[in-house]
């Protein structure tokens, strides 16, 4: 989980806005929870947008409206119905925990054609690789501008690729540096996680989209 510091709030048009500190990975759809600025601000929210201008309202279509005179960083906007608050020096936090669940325990087991009894150190190992695959492949195509959810994968591609990660951190256990575990005196060959068809699959790298 990452907790951001709030320095500014303000809300228009039943939508708040919070400045933070610092540089954030908050993606737009993702889930945050605000605490300890206010009770109007305070709460579990939808991210809507990262402005990078001062948010001045919605317009007759509901689009979001910006002023470009006035560049502001490191912005988050969530829908909020409330009366309207100025743009006023705050605190408090913002908290982001990405849990992504794109592949599944049992499809990670199905994958590598074994069974593994539960509970066992085996099947611990196992757990540990997918849930690193699915965090570590949401966050690779979120580095590349893809704006996912968390807990459906983009496509049979994704699904694949983080499928082929995790087996891939399952295989390499107790291993060193770049090659799979072995005690054969003929050597191991090299092993490589992130192959390049993984990358194919993923959609990454790319350049990041604005």
């Not at 990452?2 to 933070?20: G, P, W």
Request: charged fraction near 15%; proline fraction near 5%.
């Amino acid at each position: 989980m990452a907790t951001y510091t709030v320095t500014n709030k303000y809300l228009i048009d039943n939508f708040a806005v919070l400045q933070l500190l610092t540089p954030s990975e908050i993606a737009v759809g993702s889930s945050i929870v605000v605490a300890s600025v206010d009770a109007t601000f305070n709460g579990s929210y939808v991210v809507r947008a990262l402005p990078q201008y001062l948010f001045i309202g919605v317009d007759t279509q509901g689009d979001l409206l910006y002023d470009y005179q006035v560049p502001i960083a490191d912005q988050v906007l969530y829908a909020k119905t409330a009366d309207d608050v100025q743009r006023v020096a705050a605190s408090g936090t913002v908290a982001y925990s990405p849990n992504c669940t794109w592949i599944t325990i049992a499809e990670l087991i199905t994958y590598l054609g074994i069974s593994l009894a539960n509970p066992s150190d085996d099947y611990t190992l196992a757990t540990q690789a997918r849930n690193a695959a699915n965090d570590f492949c949401y966050r690779r195509r979120q580095e590349s501008g893809y704006i996912d959810s968390l807990t459906t994968s983009p496509g049979h591609d994704v699904t694949l690729a983080t499928l082929m990660y995790a087996a891939a951190l399952w295989r390499s256990r107790g291993s060193i540096e770049a090659t799979y575990a072995t005690f054969d005196g003929m050597g191991s060959a090299p092993q490589q996680s992130l192959t390049p068809i993984v990358k194919q699959l993923l959609g990454i790298p790319r350049p990041a989209v604005a």
